[in-house]
């Protein structure tokens, strides 16, 4: 239903991931950092991104800026982190509409989320 | 008449004897003198006039003598009257006299005064008789003897007995003529009253006197009264001579109420304050000199010691005192502080941001709010960019309230620490949840029943399996940490096959490389001999030498794993071609929670305890890790362990 771009240097969360959403029914790309993920969407367009915080080359941070530049807030983006300053990097990215998951997750409650985003930017784009 | 009223009453009451005294005391000084002056002249007078009386007896008496001796008869010869005339006059002229004459009963038989001559007198003044015939009266003024005369004369009778020429003669006439009355002579001379002047003076002499001594005792009750007031303050110094510097209050005369020890009370408050204050300056000029004087004082050369920057503030704004480690830290020459102010002083980075500090401290009343802050300065870089504490202390000391107290204290070590502490835990943590998330999402994977792929089942068992281990290695790397900081590490030594140990350690981290496609090689001698030590610490040390090779090598790099044994060591060799680490780093990156400061690595996990773990474990087998590497030219770790198994078994023991 929604093309979706996973973007993780840790090669097993992407791999889970990919099996869950494509589980419920969501078409998945992946990318190993950041640099490769904005090469992907410079291609081909997503409805939503999931990104992790600390990547070699580009961050989750630097993919956040580039998308915002190239394509304002219309794609939901969600960055997962394992790191501690949750908080402030809320602040940080919250500026930019983004959603911060902490890790570990459960796949379950994060595909919950997701589907949530999904929803609430359609409801948005459906408005004007 | 109200004002002279009152300044009499004053005088009496010794408010003014001061003022009044000088004038009584010349006063009554003039007052004796004149008096004693005045006795004495009327003393000599009345001398004079005593000496007078006896000349003035002697010159009747010989008057009298020489008209005795005129030859003739008084009574009919002419020529003895003119002769007697004649004397009379003589003596008249040559002292002062009323009259002169000759009589003989109430007659007057001859005068000084030819109108007198043939006169009858009206009667006799008795005198008192003295020796030689001689009879003086004294005649006081305005008697009918002497009509108009107001001054006192004197009488002087002397009788005049018949010539001895003409005794016969005289006693044949006398007894012819029987009943002739007694001849004499009598003068009248003016005289001073000597008695009753002599009394007056004694009276006015005494009066004078009572005066005096009146006066005297007045100008005495005066002084007594003054003089209570000083005598009570010279009561206090006696009582108080030994002990005046312990307290100057005792000085003070509680029952004041006169002007003098009022005014005394006055002066010893007044001296106290000044006292004070002198020894305020004293304080303030020795503390000053003691903290100016350079080199030689011991308190300044203590000061210059401190590692903390020290700063004294003067109330004139100025630094009257400012260690060498101030001058350091803020970039001054020690020599032009003494002439800076407050408001012209200019600094480093630091100094600047000081001396904003200080004046922004500085209060409109002139003094300073207390005030502690960090300043940063230095290098812009993350790392090099120093902390620095700064308290702001005023002195609370009267009338110096505009003084204060500046410390710097550098805590950039500290905060570094602590920053470092602060980075590792939240390294640590990241570090956790990371195989952590796998664990987690792998699990659910499996339990939520979605998956029934074989395949995938047997991949999250891989997955969760291989998750673990690298879970509890990090645990493991953690706990070494702290037993290597507490120092209780534990050598299991033993003897170590470096083949299976390196080939181990690689097999360990295979995965990683070819994630990354990254090629491991292991080169090694033909031969190699077993070492002694802790196998499990030494897998640990290759672990993380490799774990970094291949985290901090760019996709398909290379790793060259190898061993050189010689008589004395083991050298084990970890050669990549990755990032590399630039020189002034090589230091830093083994210390405990450091990692590189580029962006390269800050981006790569990792805790900054591996290679600081690695080093320690080797340097407790008695080796060393050395490090050759450059920015962007790859890294070499060469770890050298030693044969001697002395040193490790000592290593164990201890």
Redesign the interface.
Known sequence: MAKILIADD????V???S??LG?HGHQVVTARNGEDALAMLDRAPVDLIISDM????V?GVGVVRAVREKVGAAIPILVLT????QDRLNERLGAYGVRVYP??????QLVVVINQLLGVSACEGSLP | MGDLWKSFRRFLTAEEVPRWFGLSVVLIYLVGMGSIAQFGISQARRETAIRFQGDSQYAVKLLADRIEAIEGDPAADREWLSACQRALREFAANVPSRSVRVLEGLNVIASANPMETGTTIEGRISGASLAGGLEVATIPPATSQASGSDAWHRLIRAPLNPGTEGMGEESAASEVLPASPPRCLEVVLPLEPVESTSLVDQARLLAIILAVLGALFVVYRCLREQLRGVSKIANRLELHRDRIEDDLASLRIGDSLDSVTAGWNELVELTERLLATVQRTEANEELSRVLQRSGGGALSEALNALPDGLIYISDEVRFEYVNSAACRLLGWNAQDVKTMTLSDAQGNELGQKLLELIRGAARPEGDFEARTEVLEAGDDQAQDRSTYRVWLIPLQRARHHGECVVVIRDVSQQVRADRAREEF??QV??EL??P???????T??LS?G??EDPK?IT?CYN?ITK?TRRLSRLVEDILSVSQLEVGSIELHVDGVDLKSLLSDGIRDVRGLAD?KNIDIQLVLPAKLEPIRGDRDKLAVVVNNLLGNAIKYTSANGNVVVGCQAAAEEVVLTFKDNGIGIDLSEHARVFEKFQRGSNP?VQ???GTGIGLYTAREIVRRHGGDIELLSEKNKGSTFMVRLPHRESRAAALTSA
Do not use: G, Q
């Open positions: 840790d090669a097993h969360i791999r889970v991931l099996m869950w589980r600390n990547m070699p080359v961050d394992a790191r501690c300053d890790k570990p997750f459960l796949p379950s | 835990i939240a943590t990241h949840r990371t952590l998330t796998n664990i987690r999402a792998y659910e994977t939520s979605m998956f995938v991949e997955v998750e994630e390269e981006n790569e996990s």
